[in-house]
């Protein structure tokens, strides 16, 4: 960095539209943040602080800019870079868009660079989880709004709902992250993303439980005991998914330490 770049400590709300507004700050005044502090994280720095307001119209100027000046790609990635778990990630984020302001879209090429390399690690990271949910994830009924909990690395609710908004479209449905602590609605072809800090779920009717019965059966009853692979299951389904998974969580309560399941087989995939 040039010896004109001061280093700071950015302090945001912790939004998406509060990154791009840091973001547009540092570049206007030529501030090299070294970390970034949301309101969920206590750290101690030794670098000025710089309380950075959110700007929704900057911040939307700045998200505009990154298609038109730079390359729709850069825009995407810096988008989902944001919903990834890597770790400090904004810094990540500033490196990779200082870079791409001087290489123009040629940036997504230079893989062997660490700042993009680690970039592409994090939403590959966050597509392949995002996928796997869309297959692992379980809805129960109450009274007709379908409701699921699921316990993502990443934030993928807005890569879920397109999927499930197209997929249920004529259904009610909430699936909560209870992660990151926010949760995706569906009803009458509107839906939202709102922050939700906890929800106490009612319990299962009968009739719920009677196709949670179902469902289970149906899942022991197709397995092929010849196929019985336990080390390959869990290689298609890692645990951390079963604890949500109807026809599998029983297996983990039952001795989640364990890394070996039931001698009862299952279908391996």
């Known amino acids: 960095m040039s010896e004109t770049w001061r280093q700071v400590c950015y302090s945001y709300d912790g939004s998406f539209a509060g990154f791009l507004t840091c973001a547009d700050e540092s570049f206007r005044h030529h501030e090299e943040p070294v970390a970034f502090c949301a309101p969920e994280e206590e750290r101690i720095s030794l670098y000025p602080e710089h309380p950075v307001e959110t700007d929704q119209r900057r911040a939307s100027t700045f998200y505009r800019r990154l298609k038109e000046d ?6 995407r990635l810096v988008a989902h870079g944001f919903l990834t778990c890597i770790p400090e990630r904004e810094c990540v984020l500033w490196q990779f868009i200082r870079m791409a302001r001087t290489l123009g879209p040629e940036v997504t090429g230079h893989l062997a660079d ?5 970039l592409y690690t994090a939403v590959r990271h966050l597509y392949n989880e995002a996928h796997l949910l869309k297959g692992f994830t379980r809805f129960s009924d109450c009274r007709g ?6 316990s993502p690395k990443n934030r993928v609710l807005p890569l879920l709902r397109p999927h499930f908004c197209a997929r249920f479209n004529t259904e009610t449905f909430l699936i909560f992250d209870d992660v990151h602590h926010e949760a995706l609605l569906y009803a009458q072809g509107q839906w939202a993303i709102r922050p939700i800090d906890h ?5 299962n009717d009968s009739r719920e439980e009677d196709c949670q019965r179902l469902w289970k059966k149906f899942y022991d009853t197709i397995a092929i005991e010849g196929r019985y692979n336990p080390r390959l299951r869990m290689s298609n389904v890692p645990k951390r998914y079963w604890e949500h998974m109807t026809e599998l969580k029983d297996e983990l309560s039952a001795d989640p330490s364990s890394p070996s399941l039931p001698a009862r087989p299952h279908r391996s995939a």
């Open 145 to 150: 709004l379908l409701w699921a909990e699921i």
């Open 199 to 203: 929800i106490d779920f009612p319990p």
């Open 114 to 118: 660490r700042r993009v390399a680690a």
């Open 70 to 75: 730079i390359s729709p790609d850069v825009q």
